[in-house]
C-alpha cells in the first residue's frame, strides 16, 4: 500500500510543479536588476552578426570607457520570438515590472514605440542624438532611437550583367527581357524583398504619401498600392523558376552566389560581410538604383519604459552614438553611421564615400509594412 | 497473533473497505499529472483562443489584443464573427486550404503505399531484403526535419542532384524545388518511418497458422492479403493513416522550406498570419480551421481504437 501512495504523491507533486515551472519561462532573465545602476542588459533580435557586433566589439569597449558598469545580452536569434517579446514587454509596462532588460536593438522597437511602451529619449538626456538626423529620428516614432543605417542594394552578376540597370523602370524591363534570372525574398522574410516591394509600390505613389506611409500608420492610402501589386504579379513569370520568392534575405544570396540567378536586391551589410568571408563570390557587384531608389534605413535602439535602470541605459545609448563606437559600428559590419560622417576617422569616412545617411529612403512604418506583406502574398505569388 | 475469528473477520472486512477508497483516491491521483498539465497547457489556451477570434479581447487576451492588427472587439456580450468573415473572405485562404488537403491525402496515399508494401513484403517473402528495406524506412526517424526539409531542396533545386543527372544525359529534368511536389516527397518522407513501425508491426502480429491455412485451402496471395492480412491489422494501418494525416495537415517545416510562397499550407499560412502580418485573431482563426479537418481525421482513430476495444470485449 505504500509505494502506491508515495508514487501518487510524488506524481501530484510533480504536476502542480511542471504547471507552475511553465508559468514563468524566463524567470531566471527577469531578475537581473540585483539593485544597482551599473548592470545593465541589451535584448537583441537579429542575426548572428550584430550579436558579434554587441558581444565581441561594443560592450568591451563600453565597458573599458565606463568601469564599473557591466552589461549582458539577452538574445533572440533572427528575432524568431518577436511576438512573445512584444507581448511581454507590453505585459510588464502595463504591470509596471521589470522587463528584465534595459536597451532593446530589434526590428520591434519602432513597433513599440508608437504603442508607447518606450522611454521618450531627448537631445537633453542624450546630447548625441542634436547629430543624428531629424527625419530618421521622426521615424524611430516616440523613443525609437536610430543607431546604425544600412540599405538594400542591387547585386549583379558581372560575367552574366555587363551594365546593371541604373533606374527602377531599367531594371524592370530587364527583370521581363531576363527570364528566370530574377528574384527577390517575399517581404514577410527578409528586409531585401520587402524593399523591393516597397520601391515598386512606391514608383507610383506622390512624395507625400510615401511620407505619411513611412511615418505612420495609414491605412486609407493602402489602395494606392494597387498598380504597383499588379505590376509585381506581372512579373512572376519573369522570376526564377516562374515566380519562385525564397524565404529569407540569406536563400537569395545563395541563388546569386551559386549562379541560379543574375541580379537580386541584397541588404549592403550583408552583401559587405558576404563578399568578405567569401560566401559571395568575386563576380557578384552591387550598386544603387534610382528613381526611385531601394528603401533603407536605421536601426533602432529603445529604453523600455518599464526599465528600473534609465539613467544607466541613457549612458549607454549616448555612448553607442559617439564617434568611436559609431566608427567601431563601420569596421566590424559595415553599418552606416548615424552621426556625421565628418566627426569619424577618415578610415570610415572612405568605407562609405557615397553614403547620404540623412536621405536614405525610409521603409514603411511597421503597421503598414505588416499589411503590405500580407497583401503581397494575396496579390501576387500564384497570380 | 491472538486475534479472535470474529475480531479478523471485521478487520478484514474494514481493510476490504479501505483499500478500495485508499485505491480510488490514489488513482486519481496518479491519473491527476497528465489531467493537469492538459487543462492547464491545452484547455486553457483553447478556450482562451476561441474567445480570442470570436472578439472577447478582455481578461488574458487583452495583451495580445492591445499588440495586434486588425483586431475586432465583440459588442457586450454578443460574439463577432468577423475575424472569420476576414478569413473565409478571402480568396487565398481557400487556395491554402485546397493545397493543404490535397497534400495531407497525397502524402498519406503515399506513406500507406510505401509502409503497406514494405509491411506485406516483410510479412510474406521476409528475407535479407525485406529486414534492410524495414530499416532503411526507419531512418528519417532519426534526421531532423528541419536539415530533410533543406536536403530535399537542394535535391531538387535546378541546381540539385536530379538536374544534374539528368543534364549529363542530355535531359531536362523538371524542378520540383519550390512546389507542392516537394512538400509531398517532404511529408511522405518524414511519415513513413511511424507508418513503417506500426503496419509492419501488426502485420507481423497475425499468426502464421491462418495463412497457411488459407494457403492449404487454395487461396492466392491477393486472397489472402485482402480478407486476412488487411482486416486483421485495420487497427494499426488506421493508427498510422490518421497519425500520418495529423501530422502533415498541421505541418510547417516542410512546406514553409520546399514549397511555392503561394498557395501555401495552412500551418505557413497562420504562422504568416501571426508573425508578419501581426493578425493574431485570423491567425486563430485558421488554427480553429485545421484544428477542425484534424478532429475529423481523430475521429477515424477514436473509432479504430473503439471498434478494437469492443473486439476484445473490453466496452
Known sequence: MKSPRLIA?????????VTLAGCSPSGASASSSDGSDKTLTVFLSADTNIQDLWQKTLIPAFENDNPGYTVKVDFDLHGAH?????????AATVQQKDPGYDLVDAGFVTQVAASGLLTPVTADQVPALADVPAT????????????????????????TVPTPPKTLADLLSWIKTHPGRFTYCAPSTGGSGASFVTTVLDQSLSADDRTTLATEAAPQLESGWDAGFATLAGLNASVFQNGVYPNGNSQVLDLLASGQISMAPVWSDQ?????????????????????????GGASYLGIPSASPRRAGAEKLLSWVLSPAAQALIADSISGYPVIPLDKLPASVQALFPNADIANLRPGYFSANAADMNKAWAQKVPGK | MSASPAQREARTAVRRAHPARRTAVAGFLLALPPVVVIAVFVGVPVVTALAFSVGFTGGLNSVIAAVGQNVHRADGLVPTLAAYGDVFGA????????LTLGVTAASTLIVLALAGGIGLFLRLHGGRLARVLSAVAIVPLFIPVVIASWAILTF??????????????????????????AIIIGSAWTSLPFAVLMITSGLQAIPDALIEAARDAGAGTVRIVRTILVPMSAVPIVIAVTFTAIGVIGSYTVPYFTGPNAPTMLGVALANSFTSYNEPQQSIVMAFVVFVAASGIGALYVWANFRSARREGRV
Open chain 1, 9 to 17: 504523491t510524488l506524481a501530484a507533486v510533480a504536476a502542480v510543479g
Open chain 1, 82 to 90: 518577436d511576438q512573445q517579446t512584444v507581448a511581454k514587454l507590453t
Open chain 1, 136 to 159: 530618421l529620428l521622426q521615424a524611430g516614432g516616440n523613443g525609437g532611437v536610430p543607431y546604425r543605417g544600412s540599405s538594400v542594394v542591387l547585386a549583379y552578376d558581372t560575367t
Open chain 1, 271 to 295: 552583401f559587405v560581410t558576404g563578399v568578405k568571408n567569401g560566401q559571395i563570390p568575386a563576380n557578384i557587384a552591387s550598386t544603387q538604383i534610382s528613381d526611385p531608389s531601394f528603401t
Open chain 2, 91 to 98: 480568396d487565398d485562404f481557400w487556395q491554402n486550404l485546397g
Open chain 2, 156 to 181: 531538387y533545386s535546378a541546381d540539385g542532384f536530379v538536374s544534374s543527372l539528368f543534364a549529363a544525359v542530355g535531359f531536362d529534368a523538371p524542378v520540383w524545388a519550390f512546389t507542392p511536389v
